[in-house]
């Protein structure tokens, strides 16, 4: 259990770097993570751990997306494959995996399986993007926004200085379907 | 604050469940005594001071309707214990109706549900019009009325009869036969003649009649002049005249037949004789409702309720701690190969000994506080047997045995619906009608007996009825109806292949719209129930002899003895209840029949199934190879450094030692009641007490699993549900093939 990397509550320690606040407005808060080499980010207030993925279970006859089941400290949790959702190409775990732990609308703990976790941004509702039906696909429906951080960069390494395009996952649509 | 409220919301539903359950035992009681003709006056004081208490409860908890229905029952339960009002089977059938919806009532309460309930409006106006009706009926108490004859009288017909009562006048039955033909002359005439004398109230066919087309009344009259009189005055209308015998405990100053118009006068007294009752029921009733109150208190004081989640959070930490206790044993065996360690690891040792066995008693005990008896779901078969035998209008006798047999309380809960849909089958569609079973024969009181006993690690619940038996050829007429069955499939089955079609959606012997009974739930809703909790169901038939619905049932759901085998490159549990044995396959004698590998076992056939290939894991395909993968990974020590690529798949296959699968495998025979089915697994690992946990709701649809098991270290094996797949391998494969070229035409 010691190798869990337990987060927070609310994000504040990993906040200790702040922002240089510029656009106006509330922001909020969201985790960036790289599947399959872009980065994606959810709002921090869904997220309830990350951990280490722990020895995955496969369950037989599953839906494809189902990664299998893990245990974190007792409690099952379901994984779910959030390339294989996204219809990204899916690579073996590295020592940089981790599983997002989120609770489901209905109450169940699922776990999000990420190739590498980034960084917490804040966000300013300027630099979201609504506008999803630009990107097509099958997938658009998982896709809340896209985001242009104006490089406030709250931890981690920055990459390269340049602002990143994050695309924003709708949570609730990813795991209600 | 809002927890404190919350719980004493707790509270106040578990003690209202309780009293209700209470209620409906005194009411069964009751209704025995009534039928012994033996009625004790505690009996309908219980059920007066039951209702009373949750008068009170419902008021603190503002559950008006239940306070409404609480305040009504009181008034009519008053009423019979003062003797105002007779008790009478509609009488019972009114306060079994109110303790079902009182039932109904409070889970509306507790789902924070405010809906209408038209039933309950229905069943106050019954009982406000039945107050109304007190001091007429304490009147026509006095007489031996047949209740079917008072239930039916008009108001206008009780108006009169009261009043004639009141005006000092004496009940006459009278029976005459006339001929459906001239019936209507027949009964002017009759009428005309008994004028003089009296009155007639009503009149009812008594069903009988010498022949067809004539029929036989009962007349209800009121009459001034004495019997000897009448009976010389309608001697000519062929009437057998006979004085309706007054109740012999009849109410102080209750009218002797000769009484004068003053006696009769004191009819109402027994209504004014309420408010002295009441004055002087107080003294009497209150210090005995006192001492029954301290009773309850001392027995309160040694039993605790207990939300059964908390239960259910108990036995998670006992299976944690059960999980420390391996790790430490691990820790402890290192420890023991380290010479300078010695003293303490055998010191360690101990203690983890000690701690094993502390461990397995607690399991043991909370297992204990989880069981309940059956007969607390029995009880309320009961209620539903008298309930729906008086629907159906046919005897039934309910013979309990068993009730003591303890299963957990949740298996308990999920019981009662399946177990009364086969009730009720049992009566409307098993027992015949009265005359049915005297002219085969039968005696005219039908019998379902319910059975429950322990059998190792199961419950056996047997729902046995003496009626007609189940009619094989409508069920295969059906199944070939609905396209379920090909013609030579139906003809080639067995009779008791064909009574397993029952439990298969839209199958049923009710043929004939008039048939439906139209509350019989399938029986496949009941099989799926009872597969839920783990358990199976079987029919057995014998026409003309009756039917007996067996069902089997794990004792608990919490933590069950499994056997852990080997599949390909995982682990899986298979309940140890499901397992008969554990044999080695020989591949020399599976032969092939029909599509199915077959084996011989101990002189007998057994289908097999290979896990493997049902689970995917042997097929060269993309997502076994990135289980694998995975997997590999997850085996070396806890690391996630796997691979999924082709070269690591590989590697990691080599490393599980897959190359070994073509080696010996064996069979674990799972039997659920009488059906075998030959799982085929890599390795035979050991037996293990699992505790099982379930899967999460977005696997809800994924067949073939009750849940999952830690084995220590973050690892997980997945529970085999063993009645599922032998009910899909073995039923599903019946039906599936045969039925996908044909394209099920009726859908």
């Known amino acids: 259990m010691a190798n869990l990397t337990r987060r927070p509550p609310k994000g504040k320690g990993v906040m200790r770097r702040n922002v240089r606040a510029a656009a106006s407005g509330p922001r909020t808060e969201y985790l960036a993570f790289v599947l399959a080499g872009e980065t994606y980010a959810a709002p921090v207030s869904l997220i309830r751990e990350i951990v280490n993925p722990p020895p995955l279970t496969p369950v037989p006859r599953a839906p494809s997306v189902t990664m299998g089941i893990v245990s974190v400290r007792g409690q099952l949790v379901t994984v779910m494959d959030l390339r294989r959702r996204m219809r990204l190409q899916e690579s073996g775990g590295t020592r940089r995996t981790r599983i997002l732990l989120i609770e489901s609308m209905s109450g169940e703990l699922i776990g999000l399986y990420v190739d590498e976790v980034q960084q917490v941004y804040r966000l300013a509702e300027t630099e979201i993007e609504h506008a999803t039906a630009a990107l097509g696909g099958d997938v658009a429906g998982y896709i809340a926004g896209i985001a242009r951080p104006q490089g406030s960069v709250a931890f981690g390494d920055t990459v390269g200085g340049q602002a990143p395009v994050i695309i924003l996952l709708d949570l609730h649509a990813i795991l209600g379907s | ?747």
Do not use: W
Not at chain 2, 20 to 35: K, V
Not at chain 2, 432 to 451: D, S
Not at chain 2, 661 to 688: D, F, M, N, P, T
């Open chain 2, 1 to 747: 604050m809002a927890e404190a409220s919350d719980r004493a919301r707790e509270e106040f539903f578990s003690e209202a469940q309780e009293i209700i359950e209470g209620l409906g035992r005194d009411l069964l009681a009751l209704d025995e005594a009534l039928r012994a003709n033996k009625i004790d006056p505690d009996l309908i004081n219980d059920v007066f001071r039951a209702v009373h208490t949750l008068k009170g409860l419902a008021g603190l908890f503002g559950a008006n309707r239940m306070a409404t229905l609480s305040h009504e029952l009181e008034e009519l339960l008053d009423n019979l214990r003062l003797g105002r009002i007779e008790i009478t089977a509609s009488v019972l059938d009114v306060l079994f109706r109110s303790v079902e919806l009182y039932g109904r009532i409070l889970q509306n309460e507790k789902d924070g549900r405010d809906v209408p309930m038209p039933e309950v409006d229905d069943l106050l106006r019954t009982l406000h019009q039945g107050a109304a009706q007190v001091t007429p009926q304490s009147a026509v108490g006095q007489y031996e009325l047949d209740p079917v004859l008072l239930s039916v009288l008009t108001e206008y017909e009780e108006h009169r009869l009261r009043t004639n009562i009141q005006s000092g006048l004496t009940l006459f039955r009278l029976r005459v036969q006339f001929q459906l033909a001239t019936i209507d002359q027949a009964l002017d005439d009759l009428k005309v003649n008994a004028k003089p004398f009296g009155e007639i109230i009503t009149y009812l066919p008594t069903g009988a009649g010498a022949d067809a087309d004539s029929i036989e009344l009962d007349i209800l009259m009121a009459s001034r002049a004495p019997l000897d009189e009448l009976r010389r005055a309608l001697i000519d209308t062929g009437a057998e005249v006979e004085e309706i015998p007054r109740r012999s405990p009849s109410p102080p100053g209750g009218a002797l037949p000769s009484s004068v118009p003053s006696s009769s006068r004191s009819v109402p007294v027994p209504a004014r004789g309420t408010d002295a009752g009441q004055i002087l029921a107080p003294p009497s009733s209150v210090p005995a409702g006192k001492q029954r109150d301290l009773g309850s208190i001392r027995s309160v004081a040694q039993t605790v309720r207990v939300d059964i989640h908390k239960l259910d959070r108990l036995m998670n930490i006992v299976g944690e701690l059960a999980l420390v206790r391996s790790s430490l044993g691990d820790i402890v065996e290192r420890l023991r190969a380290t010479p300078s360690e010695r003293e303490n690891s055998s010191k360690l040792r101990e203690l983890q000994r000690t701690f094993h066995r502390h461990l397995e008693q607690m399991q043991k005990g909370i297992l204990e506080v989880r069981m309940v008896p059956l007969g607390q779901v029995f009880e309320r078969l009961a209620r539903v047997v008298r309930q729906i035998s008086r629907d159906a209008d046919k005897l039934v006798n309910l013979v309990i045995t068993g009730a003591e047999t303890e299963v957990d309380k949740l298996i308990v809960e999920e019981l009662s619906d399946p177990l009364m849909h086969m009730i009720r089958n049992a009566i409307d569609h098993g027992t015949e009608t009265r005359g049915e079973r005297e002219a085969v024969g039968k005696p005219a009181v039908g019998t379902i007996a319910l059975n429950a006993f322990q059998k190792g690690n199961h419950v056996v619940i047997e729902i046995q009825d003496d009626g007609r038996g189940i009619d094989a050829d409508k069920l295969l007429d059906v199944a070939q109806r609905r396209g379920i069955l090909t013609p030579e499939e139906a003809r080639g089955m067995s009779y008791r292949d064909a009574l397993t079609l029952i439990f298969l959606p839209g199958v049923t012997t009710k043929l004939d719209v008039s048939e439906i009974s139209g509350r019989g739930v399938g029986m496949d809703v009941v099989k799926t129930n009872i597969g839920k909790l783990g358990g199976v169901i079987d029919v057995s038939s014998e026409p003309g002899i009756g039917t007996k619905m067996t069902v089997t049932l794990p004792i608990t759901l919490a933590i069950i003895s499994a056997l852990l085998v080997r599949v390909a490159d995982r682990f899986f549990a298979i309940p140890l209840a499901n397992v008969q044995e554990a044999v080695a396959l020989d591949e020399e004698t599976v032969r092939k029949i029909d599509g199915r590998d077959m084996i011989t076992l101990r002189s007998s056939t057994l289908q097999l199934c290979y896990l493997a290939r049902l689970f995917g894991l042997d097929e060269e395909e993309e997502l076994s190879a990135r289980i694998a993968g995975l997997l590999g990974g997850a085996r070396s020590a806890g690391g996630v450094r796997s691979g999924a690529t082709g070269g690591r798949r590989l590697e990691g296959r080599q490393t599980l030692g897959l190359s070994g699968l073509g080696k010996r495998k064996y069979i674990v025979v799972a039997a659920v009641g009488a059906k075998r089915l030959g799982l085929v697994v890599s390795e035979l690992i050991g037996q293990r007490d699992v505790v099982i946990k379930a899967l999460g709701r977005s696997l809800a649809s994924v067949r073939g699993f009750a849940g999952a098991t830690e084995l220590g270290e973050n690892r997980i094996a997945l529970v085999v549900d063993a009645p599922a797949l032998i009910s899909e391998i073995l039923e599903g494969g019946d039906r599936a093939r045969p039925a996908e070229p044909k394209g099920a035409p009726h859908g």
